[in-house]
């Protein structure tokens, strides 16, 4: 009999526990909870901007040869991590070397072969300097002089304002006298408009006096050239072939091939900067400005990207209208008309991306940023 009286009360104390909570109340318990879950991601996702417009920064640094020729070697291909100053490729410089021979001879038989001429030259270009240097004088005296004019008005000018001034701590035209109060004024404003045309003629001097010493500067060295007789041997010129990176970065394209023909110019590699890889500019409604803050968090989406990529609010610009490149782009990646045709004022936000964009990812087409201003922690 004890034992069984021993189990009947374990088993009846469950129930006495459970008779605290009445189901009721422990519906309205979970009911609050779910409640309170639900109005947390109301207030979550709330917390969201997103933008009207957004650009991907293509700044692309192009790998290009100074001269037409044939390329010889790319020892690069498209998604290649490249340092600044590392050999990209090659092109082939006999020809274009060949030619700087050639012109180098041509450049040398035009030079003046008789003493007579460079005599006659010699005393052309001294006569000219010595003219030169009179108008230099000349030049630098008037500016002095526009200097000191400038100092002078410039000190008129601020004892007419103490005078003025002085005036109006003392009451202003109602108590000195409005004659007395107006001749002041009157004399502050000349003061002024004479400092203004003293400054103005100083500067006009300053810039005489600069061109004509650069003259004098050009016409000294013509005369060491012409007196040294012109005849010295120019230094051999080389055609250095060899093409760099100016930059560390992501080799993006590579247009050419080994052995096809590539213009003065045209790039053979375009390199997107380690710095930049994802510098993003998006625009956001004027009535988001408060909310947005450098720091915060957002998913930006690029066309051709499945998932999202991460990114950060780096830098509140001034508000103003889009720039004229900048198409605005709904989330279906159809051009919004009504903020394209019409004028509207937006904050334009700087983004900086921390996932790696793929050397492949297309610049120019539909993207979007959505800001979370709002987190739990």
């Known amino acids: 009999m004890a034992e069984q009286l021993r189990l009947e009360m ?18 309205a318990a979970l009911a609050a909870i779910f409640a309170l879950a639900a109005l947390s991601c109301w207030w979550w996702f709330q917390g969201r901007v997103s933008s009207v417009a957004a ?12 001269f037409s020729a044939r390329l010889e070697e790319l020892a690069v291909r498209v998604g290649d991590r490249v340092k600044a100053n590392q050999m990209v490729g090659r092109m ?34 001294q006569a000219a ?14 500016e002095e002089t526009r200097r000191r004019s400038r100092e002078e008005r410039v000190l008129e000018h601020v004892r007419a304002q103490l005078a ?18 107006e001749d002041a004024r009157q004399a502050e404003a000349q003061t002024r408009t004479a400092m203004e045309t003293a400054g103005e003629e100083f500067e ?42 100016p930059v560390s970065g992501t080799v993006t394209q ?11 110019g045209q790039p053979v590699a375009l390199i997107r900067p380690e710095a ?31 998932e999202p990529l991460r990114g950060e609010v780096v830098e509140i610009m001034t508000p103003g209208a889009l720039p004229p490149d900048v198409h605005p782009f709904g989330a279906d990646g159809n051009m919004n008309r009504d903020i394209f045709d019409n004028v509207h004022i937006f904050v334009p936000v700087r983004i900086r991306l921390k996932d790696r964009l793929r050397p492949d990812t297309r610049r120019g087409g539909p993207t979007s940023c959505v800001v979370r201003t709002r987190g739990f922690f």
């Open 92 to 125: 082939d410089a006999k020809a274009y070397e060949r030619r700087l021979r050639e012109a180098g001879k041509d450049a040398a038989a035009l030079r003046p072969t008789l003493m007579e001429e460079t005599a006659e030259r010699l005393a052309k270009a």
């Open 276 to 306: 930049e890889n994802g510098g993003i500019v998006a625009w956001f409604p004027v009535e988001n400005k408060n909310s947005l803050n450098a720091g915060q968090a957002c998913d930006v989406r690029l066309e051709g990207e499945e």
């Open 164 to 181: 003025l001034r002085t005036l109006d701590s003392q009451g202003g035209e109602k108590k000195v006298g409005k004659t007395r109060y």
């Open 10 to 27: 374990v088993a009846a104390a469950p129930r006495r526990f459970l008779a605290r909570f009445p189901r009721k109340g422990l519906a």
């Open 254 to 264: 590579t247009p050419f091939k080994p052995g096809q023909m590539v213009k003065r």
């Open 55 to 66: 650009t991907l920064d293509e700044q692309m640094y192009p790998v290009a040869p100074e």
């Open 204 to 245: 006009q001097a300053s810039r005489q006096r600069a061109a004509v010493d650069q003259e004098l500067r050009r016409l000294r060295e013509e005369g060491l050239k012409i007196a040294e007789g012109g005849q010295s041997a120019s230094p051999p010129l080389e055609a250095d072939g060899t093409l760099y990176a």
């Open 129 to 142: 300097e010595k003219a030169i240097t009179e108008r230099l004088a000349q030049a630098r005296n008037e």
